[in-house]
């Protein structure tokens, strides 16, 4: 049987509730099961998952703080000062070029990008304000696959010719990304 299975730790809101609603029966008749990872995040819920990324990958900075999201300190190297956890989740962005992008993740807060970020359209985001995470609008959600979305590209087809499909007949979809070191699919509402 096709659903839409939203995990029990996702924090939900009137917008994403009424966006999956809607899409149940666009993934119902497609026979997709499309499973929701993520909504509504506070910054700290943000710095969380940074901080997952971070211990997953290695990449941590001495000055990394997981538990406080405004905390500032001043790195000699670079002359000057910065969120705790600014530079762990830089180097989680860096990447060698659009066909092979770092972790897709916005900062807790709005941030400058330290390191060189190459987005999909070509651009550099080294040195660039990144603003915090589009999660705490409480207007997106992650969905994910039930394994590996990199090994799951007619799955990945599927749902998103369910978005779309769901998109041209009215639902409050804006648009989405697939994130694939993520293993997500991030769909941003109206």
């Not at 029990?8 to 809101?13: C, E, F």
């Not at 993520?38 to 940074?50: C, E, H, K, M, Y």
């Not at 000699?76 to 989680?92: D, H, I, K, V």
Request: charged share 25%; aromatic share 6%; glycine share 8%.
């Amino acid at each position: 049987m096709s659903e839409i299975v939203k995990r029990p730790w996702v924090k939900s809101t009137p917008t994403i509730d009424a966006v999956l609603k809607a899409l149940g029966p666009f993934a119902a008749e497609a026979g997709v099961r499309m499973i929701i990872t993520s909504g509504l995040r506070a910054p700290l819920d943000q710095l969380r998952v940074v901080s997952g990324y971070a211990y997953e990958n290695h990449i941590f900075f001495p000055e990394f703080a997981a538990h406080d999201v405004h905390k500032r300190v001043t790195i000699p190297e670079l002359g000057r000062e910065l969120y705790a956890w600014q530079r762990t989740w830089s180097a989680l962005l860096r990447n060698v070029g659009p066909e092979d992008p770092g972790i897709v993740i916005n900062p807790p807060l709005a941030a400058e990008c330290l390191d060189d970020y190459i987005r999909p359209d070509g651009s550099n985001a080294k040195g660039l304000i990144i603003p915090g995470t589009p999660h705490g609008t409480g207007k997106c959600f992650d969905e994910q696959a039930d394994g590996n979305l990199k090994d799951q590209i007619d799955e990945v087809h599927m749902k998103i010719a369910v978005l779309e499909k769901a998109k041209a007949s009215g639902v409050a979809i804006k648009g989405w990304r697939i994130e694939r070191k993520n293993n997500a699919i991030h769909v941003d509402c109206v």
